[in-house]
């Protein structure tokens, strides 16, 4: 396994639309445990392939493991589709790993279900609710060049992309667990 380098906004390259997997094969799976082992080394619970420069339509994530990376579940969707939003909005503050250190409310419906294929290309339908349903939206957002500062307004995203592009140089994440 190899750890891969996180794209940071504002890279244009995050801005791309992500291609729909043809067929879940070794470099698929391959993928996958990169940028799982990416994803924890990072402290993120969600991690999608645009993030790391690749652009297909994959994303990873974990929701279960605490501070000292016990309980560990990790989750695999490839070409994830979001099939239904349900009316009710939830908010929760928001962080990403392109977007070191920085955390804001962003509102979303707070039930959705997802269809995709797991780690061996079978297909499954998942109901999703509370963190799960914040951070899959967030990740497949992702795969459609969208960061979680575009649903901001206009001053607050400008204030975010201004002071990330001052602290650039420095590469820490935060040790926060809500980093998707
Ligand atoms: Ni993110």
Do not use: W
Not at 97 to 104: A, M, R
Not at 105 to 121: F, I, M, Q, S, W
């Amino acid at each position: 396994m190899a750890t891969l380098k996180i794209l940071m906004a504002a890279d244009e390259r995050l801005k791309k639309v992500a291609q729909k997997v043809e067929k879940v094969d070794l470099s698929v799976q391959k993928i996958m445990d990169d940028m799982l082992e990416t994803m924890y080394k990072t402290n993120g619970i969600g991690l999608a392939a645009t993030q790391v420069n690749i652009h297909q339509r994959i994303v990873v994530m974990d929701i279960s493991f605490d501070e000292n990376g016990n309980g560990k579940k990790p989750m695999y969707f490839i070409n994830p589709e979001i099939t239904k939003r349900g009316k009710e909005l939830n908010v929760y503050q928001e962080g990403c790993l392109s977007l070191p250190n920085i955390f804001d409310d962003v509102e979303r419906p707070a039930t959705c279900t997802v269809k995709a294929l797991d780690y061996n290309g079978k297909a499954f339908t998942l109901e999703c609710d509370g963190l799960l349903a914040t951070c899959i939206q967030h990740e497949v957002d992702h795969l459609d060049g969208i960061i979680f500062a575009d649903h901001l307004s206009r001053l607050k995203r400008n204030r975010i992309l201004t002071k990330l592009q001052k602290c650039k140089k420095r590469k820490e994440y935060s040790q926060e667990i809500f980093n998707y």
